[in-house]
C-alpha cells in the first residue's frame, strides 16, 4: 500500500512537470518556475556586483518577493491541481486506483503530497537563493549573517505555507468537478481573482464582513504578519479584521474543501 501511494506521488509530480512527455507540456510549469526564479537570481547577482550597497538600497526582500511569487504560485496551483485530478477522473483511471490497496483517502492524500511538494518548493526555494545571496554579500560575513537571520527561514516557511493552505483547497474542489484541465485551472483563477474586487467593493460600501471574502488576499496578511512586514494594503486590513481572522479564513477553507472532495471520491469509487 505504501509503495503504491508513492507511485501516485512520483506519477504526479511528472504529470506535473511535464516529464516523459511532450515538449509542449513542459512549456507552463518550467515556464512558471522560471518566472519566480530569475528575478531572486538577478537580486543576487546585482547584489554581488553592488557589494554592501545592496543593503544600503534595500533592493530586495523576502516579504516583498511573496508578493511576486504569490501572484504566480495561484496560476502554478491552478494548473497543477487541475492536472492531477481531472485527467484520472475523465479517463477513467480511477477505476484502475481502485482495483489496488488504495484507498480514497490515500489517492487524495498521494495527490495532494505531490502538489504540496512542488507548490512549496515553487515558493521556498527562492527565498533559499535569496537568503544565502543576502548573506553572501552582508557586511556581517557570511556565517554572522545566517546566524543572525536564522528566523527568515521558518518565517518563509509559513508564509509559503499559507499560500498554499490559501489556495490549493479551492483548486482541489474546482478539480474534483470540472470536466478539463483547462476549464478547472480558469474557474481557479477566476475565483480568487474576482473576490478581490467584490470583496473591495462590500468593504467600501461599509461592510466590513466583505473583508473576509477577499481569497486572494488573507495569505498576504498572514504572510506580513508572519514576517512582522507590511508590503501591501490588504481588504481585511482595510476593513479592520484582524490576521487571524484571514488565518481562520485559510483553515475554514482547507477543512471544507477536505470535507466536499473527500466526499465526492467516495461517491466516485
Known sequence: RGAVV???????????????????????????????????????????????????????????YFDLTGAIALVFIALAGAELLVPDREHGTLAVYASRPLTTLDYLSARTGALATLVLGFLYLPHIVLYLGEAWVSSEGFGSYLGGHAEDLWQTALASLAYFAAFAPIGMVVASVASRPAVAAGTLIGIVTISGPASAGLVDSG??????????????????????????????????????????????????????????????T
Do not use: C
Not at 506535473?16 to 537580486?43: D, E, T
Not at 547577482?45 to 533592493?59: H, S, T
Not at 508572519?226 to 475554514?252: Q, Y
Open 6 to 64: 508513492w507511485a501516485v506521488i512520483r506519477d504526479g509530480l511528472r504529470r506535473v512537470l511535464g516529464l516523459r512527455r511532450r515538449a509542449r507540456r513542459k512549456v507552463l510549469p518550467w515556464g512558471l518556475i522560471s518566472v519566480a526564479m530569475l528575478p531572486v537570481l538577478f537580486f543576487v547577482a546585482i547584489g554581488v556586483v553592488i557589494g554592501e550597497l545592496a543593503e544600503e538600497a534595500e533592493l530586495f526582500g523576502h516579504a516583498q
Open 207 to 268: 461592510i466590513d464582513l466583505g473583508g473576509l471574502l477577499a481569497l486572494q488576499h488573507h495569505p498576504g496578511v498572514v504572510k506580513d504578519w508572519v514576517m512582522d512586514a507590511n508590503t501591501h494594503r490588504w481588504i481585511p486590513e482595510r476593513a479592520g479584521l484582524d490576521p487571524i481572522a484571514s488565518l481562520a479564513v485559510i483553515a475554514v477553507v482547507v477543512a471544507a474543501s477536505a470535507w466536499f472532495v473527500a466526499g465526492r471520491y467516495r461517491r466516485l
